[in-house]
């Protein structure tokens, strides 16, 4: 089984742009992204909860992949299983286009900067309780002093 079938893409699209090229880009070039920079720009005010949630969801390991009852994915483990289907991945899908220039796929959100996108769209719709760590409040140990 490749690996776009593990991550449960059903078919490759033709043409320049596919998923083996994107697979290819993502495996083999580190991004030049500053995670903190994207996650403060982004979140303003709420920077320092967010980047708490993400190491306490991921230790802010953008390849991060939990498949034990779920799908999680990235940085802010989005949980594919429930923002990878119907009217929860419009949601994501409709900002994701944006910068992607295409559908959201399974595999874009091991990109930093889409993983914390789809994270700030799940933040204003479901609040800081759409992760877990923020329930449980584990989130607060990596919080800065």
């Known amino acids: 089984m490749g690996l776009l079938s593990f991550l449960g893409e059903k078919e490759e699209p033709k043409g320049i742009l596919a998923p083996k090229m994107d697979l290819d880009m993502i ?8 995670v903190e920079s994207v996650i403060q720009s982004t979140f303003g005010a709420e920077a320092a909860v967010m980047r708490a949630i993400a190491m306490g969801e991921s230790s802010m390991d953008r390849w991060a992949h939990n498949q034990k009852g779920e799908d999680s994915i ?7 299983d429930v923002w990878g289907k119907g009217g929860e991945y419009d949601s ?4 994701a286009k944006k910068v992607l220039g295409r559908d959201l796929r399974k595999i874009d959100l091991f990109d930093p900067e ?5 994270a700030k769209v799940i933040r204003d719709k ?7 760590v923020f329930k449980d409040k584990s989130y607060r140990k990596h919080l800065n002093p």
Do not use: M, R, T, Y
């Open 92 to 95: 994501i899908n409709k900002e």
């Open 126 to 132: 479901q609040g800081l309780n759409a992760w877990s």
């Open 27 to 34: 495996l083999d070039v580190e991004p030049q992204v500053d």
């Open 74 to 80: 990235g940085l802010f483990q989005i949980n594919w």
């Open 114 to 118: 889409i993983n914390i996108l789809a």
